[in-house]
C-alpha cells in the first residue's frame, strides 16, 4: 500500500471511530452502519481520483457528488431520476428531511429515536465530516488540521449527550486520529531519503521505503508512538478524573436522582398528536385484555401521568428508573380505610403498537412481562430499555380497585407540603382568568373535594363542545383560547381541569392512556384507536391520586364523584359523560398507517395506535419491506450500472480514439493539429497525409504510456522508437514498424510533400503487440481497463474550461469599453 493510499485508509478510519460518539444519542444505532459503508465509499472514489490524476478541486468534487448520489439514494430515492439523480423534487424532500431533523432534535431527550430526518442528519455529518477529514490529510497532505472536523464531531456528540459520552468513545476517537497522525508521520519520513536506523534497524545506507521495511519501526517513528500513547493516556486520566466532565467539553449530564435510578424518563410529550389518532376514520385495534374484574368502568388503561406544566406544555418530569419490583409499593396516600379489591388482567399488545410506556390499570400491584422494562415509582409507570417497546407484547397486571367514598375524599386532610408545591405549580404565563374561574365557579365549596366535584360538573353541564376538529394544544395559550370558545376534546378538558386544580391548591396532573374498550363475543375487550384519552388525576391524602371525567360522552364519571350530586337530577345527568359510540373492531387486528418514530415518541402512535399490521399477507409490514427491498435493489441496480459504466468508461474512450485516429486520421481535428505543429497553409498539398501520419503517430505514444512510458515532448520520434526498445522491451518486427513510423512522421512534419505512410495503422497494431507482449498481466490489465492515457479527456475539459473563462473575459472587457466609449466622447 502506498503512503498515500495509506493515509486515506487511517483518514477514513479516524472518521468511523470518532463517529461513534453519536451512538448515544439515538436509537437503534444501526446508523451508524450506513454512515460506514458511505465513508469507505467515498474514500474510494478519492483514491480512484487521485489515482487519474484529477485537480485537487475536481477529487473533491467527485467524492462529493457520489457521496450526494448515495445519500440520495438511501433517503429520498423515491424523488429522484431513476432512484439516484437528484432533481428539485429530492431536494425539496432533503430540506424538509434536514428541518424535521433539526425539529426532532430540539424535542426528544437522549436517546432520541432515529426518525428519517435525524438519521440524515447523523449519516450525512458523518459523511460531511469524512469528506473534510479526507481533502485536508489525504488530498492536501496535511493531517494535523484533520483533528480539528474530528473535534467538532466529537464535541458536538458529548455536548448533546449532556456527559453521557463514555470514555471508550473518547478512546476510539483518539486512537483513530493518532493513527492518522502517524500513517502520515511515516510517509514524511518515507520520503526523507536516508534514514538511519537504530540497533536492529534499518541497513546504515538504506532509503525510506527500504529502511522503514528491512528492520521495522525507525527511531523517529518508535518516538512517536510513544508520544502518542502517553498523550492518549494522559488525556483518559483526565477525562477520567474525578470532578471533571466525562464529555469533551466537560458537560455533565442531567441527574439521574436516587434511588438505584438507572437513567431518567424522557421529557417528552406524548399526546401532541392526539388530535390525529381521534380523527382517523376507522377504529384500529391497539390492545386487547381479558379481566375478572366484575365492571370495567373504571378499567381505564394508564400508560403516563404528566405531571409538569412549563406554560408550553405538559410533559413527564425527568426522574430516576429503577427495576421492575416484583411486588410494587403501596400507592402514594393510600390509606387503610379505603376499600380496595383485586383484579386480575391479561394484555395482548397488537405488533404494530409500538411505544415506549406499558399500557396497565392503575393503579398496578404486580407486572409480569418478559423484556428490558424498567420502573418509575412517582408515576407507577413501566418503562421500555434500550429499545424495549410494546409491539406484541403479552402481559399480566394485577392492580387495585380503589373504592373511596364521597364523605372520605371531602374529609381528606390536606397533602404533605412537598407534594402541594410540587404538583400545584402553575407557570407565570398562566393568565389570572383561569384562577378567577375557578373561584367563580367553587365558590360555594367547603372542600377541595368539592371544589373538584364543582369543576367537572361546570364542564359537563352542556356549555362545551366536544370536537376533535378544535386545534390541539397543551400550554396557556390552548387553555385560554378552551375557555372563550368552549369546544374542545379530552386534552382541552383534561389540561384545563388539571390547571384549575393547582390554581386552587389542589395537587394535580395528567394521566395519558386508553378508556375501558369495547367488550367482544369471547369475553376480551377491544382497546382501539378512538378510546386513546386523557383525564385529569387529583390528590388526597388518604386515597391518593384519583381519577376524575371532566369531558362530556368520553368514558365513565367515577362514583364517588356522583354522590354528591345525586339530589340534582341535571347535575347527575351531566356528570355521567357516555362513551361516544364507535364501530366494535373485528376480532383480530386491522391494519393501520404506518408510525414514525418521531409520531410514537410524540404521540402519533405511541400511546394512541399502532402501525400497519405486521400479520397481514398482501399489505401492512410485510408489504412495506418488499417495496422498501425492492424500491432500494432497484436503485442499487442502477447504482451498480453506472459504476460500471464508470469503470469502463476509460476503455470504451480509449476504443473510440483508437478506431478514430487508425481509420479516420484526416479528420479535421488531425488536420488542425498537423497543421498547428507544422505551420503550414490549409491549401498545401499533402495536408491529408500529414494528418493521417501524425494521428497514427500519437496512437503509437499513448499504447506506449498504456504501457508505463509516458510521451517526453522534447524526444525526436528516433529516441522515442529507442526508448520503447531499451525500457519497454520492443524487439523484431514490433521495432522495426516502430522506426518505419518514426520516419514517416519526421517525413510528414519536415518535407514540402508529405507522402502518405503506407500500412501505418498495420505498423501501429505491431507496436501494441509487441509492448503487450513485453509487459507483465498486471500492466497488460492496468493499459485496458485505466488506461492512462485517458487523462487526457480531463486534461482537454480543463483546457475548454480555461477558453470559455479568456473568452468570457475578453467579453467583458469589450462590455466596459463599449460603454466607456461614449463617456470619452462626451468628456470635455
Known amino acids: 500500500m502506498s503512503g498515500r493510499a495509506r ?35 467515498q474514500t474510494g472514489v478519492g483514491a480512484a481520483a487521485r489515482r487519474v490524476p484529477l485537480a485537487r478541486p475536481l477529487t473533491i468534487g467527485a467524492q462529493a457528488i457520489v457521496s450526494l448520489l448515495a445519500l440520495t439514494l438511501l433517503f429520498v430515492h ?45 449519516v450525512g455529518g458523518v459523511v460531511l465530516i469524512g469528506l473534510v477529514v479526507d481533502a485536508l ?7 494535523a488540521p484533520a483533528g480539528l472536523p474530528l473535534l467538532a464531531l466529537y464535541s458536538v456528540a458529548a455536548g448533546l449527550s449532556g456527559g453521557a459520552s463514555k470514555w471508550w468513545l473518547f478512546l476510539l476517537a483518539g486512537v483513530g486520529y493518532l493513527l492518522l497522525l502517524l500513517a502520515e508521520g511515516r510517509d514524511r519520513l518515507s520520503r526523507w531519503g536516508r534514514i538511519f536506523g537504530g540497533a536492529g534497524g534499518a541497513p546504515r545506507g538504506g532509503n525510506g521505503p527500504a529502511a522503514l521495511s528491512a528492520g521495522g519501526p525507525v527511531a523517529p517513528v518508535r518516538t512517536g508512538h510513544r508520544i502518542g500513547a502517553v498523550a492518549l493516556g494522559v488525556a483518559l486520566l483526565a477525562g477520567l478524573a474525578p470532578g471533571l466532565g466525562g464529555g469533551l467539553l466537560g458537560a455533565t449530564g442531567a441527574g439521574q436522582g436516587g434511588g438505584g435510578g438507572g437513567g431518567t424518563i424522557a421529557a417528552v410529550n406524548p399526546v401532541v398528536a392526539l388530535q390525529d389518532n381521534l380523527n382517523q376514520p376507522d377504529d384500529r385495534e391497539v390492545l386487547r385484555y381479558r379481566t375478572n374484574a366484575q365492571t370495567t368502568a373504571d378499567m381505564y388503561l394508564r400508560i403516563v401521568s404528566l405531571d409538569q406544566f412549563t406554560g408550553d406544555k405538559w410533559e413527564p418530569s425527568q426522574r430516576a428508573l429503577t427495576d421492575v419490583p416484583k411486588v410494587l409499593p403501596v400507592p402514594q396516600g393510600l390509606g387503610p380505610q379505603i376499600a380496595t379489591s383485586l383484579t386480575e388482567t391479561s394484555v395482548v399488545a397488537d405488533r404494530g403498537y409500538v411505544q415506549m410506556w406499558l399500557p396497565m390499570p392503575y393503579p398496578a400491584q404486580k407486572v409480569r412481562i418478559d423484556g428490558r422494562w424498567r420502573y418509575e415509582p412517582e408515576g407507577r409507570t413501566i418503562i421500555g430499555d434500550r429499545g424495549q417497546n410494546t ?14 367514598t364521597a364523605q372520605q375524599l371531602a374529609a381528606a386532610p390536606p397533602a404533605p407540603a412537598k407534594l402541594r408545591a410540587e404538583y400545584t405549580k402553575v407557570p407565570d404565563s398562566l393568565p389570572d382568568e383561569v384562577n378567577r374561574t ?29 370536537d376533535t376538529s378544535v386545534r390541539s394544544g397543551t400550554g396557556v395559550q390552548a387553555i385560554t383560547r378552551f375557555l372563550k370558545n368552549k369546544e374542545g376534546f379530552c386534552i382541552h378538558f383534561a389540561f384545563t381541569m388539571a390547571a384549575m386544580s393547582r390554581t386552587l391548591g389542589i395537587p394535580a396532573r395528567v394521566a395519558v392512556g386508553f378508556t375501558p374498550g369495547t367488550p367482544e363475543s369471547d369475553g376480551t375487550y377491544s382497546v382501539g384507536l378512538k378510546d386513546a384519552h386523557a383525564w385529569p388525576e387529583l390528590y388526597f391524602e388518604g386515597v391518593g391520586w384519583t381519577r376524575f371525567e371532566p369531558t362530556p360522552t368520553r368514558g365513565t364519571t367515577p362514583d364517588y ?3 354528591t350530586s345525586a339530589s340534582d337530577p341535571a347535575g347527575a345527568a351531566t356528570d355521567t359523560p357516555q362513551q361516544s359510540a364507535t364501530t366494535a373492531p373485528s376480532a383480530g387486528p386491522t391494519a393501520s398507517p404506518t408510525c414514525r418514530a418521531k409520531d410514537i415518541q410524540l404521540g402519533d402512535c405511541d400511546p394512541l395506535a399502532g402501525s400497519a399490521d405486521s400479520t397481514s399477507p398482501d399489505g401492512g409490514f410485510w408489504q412495506d419491506v418488499r417495496d422498501m427491498l425492492a424500491s432500494v435493489w432497484f436503485g442499487a441496480g442502477i447504482v451498480l450500472a453506472l459504476l460500471v459504466l464508470l469503470f469502463f468508461a476509460p476503455l470504451l474512450w480509449r476504443h473510440r480514439l483508437r478506431v478514430r485516429r487508425l481509420t479516420r486520421g484526416s479528420d479535421p481535428a488531425a488536420v488542425a493539429a498537423w497543421l498547428r505543429l507544422t505551420g503550414r497553409d490549409p491549401s498545401d498539398p499533402g495536408v491529408h497525409e500529414g494528418a493521417r501520419t501524425l494521428a497514427a503517430w500519437q496512437e503509437l505514444t499513448d499504447t506506449a504510456w498504456d504501457y508505463g512510458l509516458p510521451p517526453d515532448d522534447s ?8 526508448r520503447l526498445a531499451g525500457v519497454g522491451g520492443l524487439q523484431g518486427p514490433a521495432e522495426e514498424a516502430a522506426r518505419r513510423l518514426a520516419g514517416a512522421v519526421e517525413q510528414a512534419l519536415f518535407s514540402p510533400r508529405p507522402v502518405a505512410a503506407v ?41 475548454a474550461w480555461a477558453d470559455r473563462r479568456v473568452r468570457a473575459a475578453e467579453r467583458f472587457r469589450d462590455a466596459g469599453d463599449a460603454l466607456r466609449r461614449p463617456l470619452r466622447r462626451d468628456a470635455p
Open 7 to 41: 493515509i486515506a485508509a487511517f483518514a477514513a478510519l479516524a472518521t468511523i471511530l470518532t463517529s461513534f460518539a453519536l451512538t448515544p444519542l439515538a436509537t437503534p444505532s444501526s446508523w451508524i452502519l450506513q454512515a460506514m459503508v458511505l465513508v469507505l465509499l
Open 78 to 122: 423515491d424523488q429522484a431520476v431513476l432512484g439516484v439523480f437528484p432533481g428539485p423534487p429530492a431536494f425539496t424532500e432533503f430540506g424538509r428531511l434536514l428541518t424535521a431533523g433539526v425539529q426532532d432534535v430540539g424535542q426528544f431527550a437522549i436517546p432520541a429515536p432515529v426518525t428519517e430526518g435525524i438519521r440524515l442528519l447523523l
Open 137 to 143: 490529510a489525504v488530498t492536501y497532505g496535511s493531517a
Open 391 to 404: 409491539s406484541g407484547a403479552s402481559y399480566e397486571v394485577t392492580s387495585l380497585r380503589l373504592q373511596p
Open 438 to 466: 375557578a373561584l367563580e365557579i367553587t365558590k360555594n365549596a367547603t372542600n377541595d373535594y368539592e371544589r373538584a366535584v364543582a369543576l367537572q360538573r361546570w364542564f359537563t353541564s352542556g356549555a362545551f363542545t366536544y
Open 561 to 563: 364523584t356522583v354522590e
Open 715 to 722: 524526444e525526436t520520434p528516433r529516441a522515442v522508437v529507442a
Open 759 to 799: 500500412g501505418s495503422a498495420a505498423d501501429v497494431r505491431l507496436v501494441t503487440d509487441g509492448l503487450r507482449h513485453s509487459a507483465d498481466r498486471l500492466t497488460r490489465l492496468r493499459a485496458l481497463l485505466l488506461p492512462r492515457s485517458a487523462v487526457r479527456v480531463v486534461w482537454r475539459l480543463s483546457e
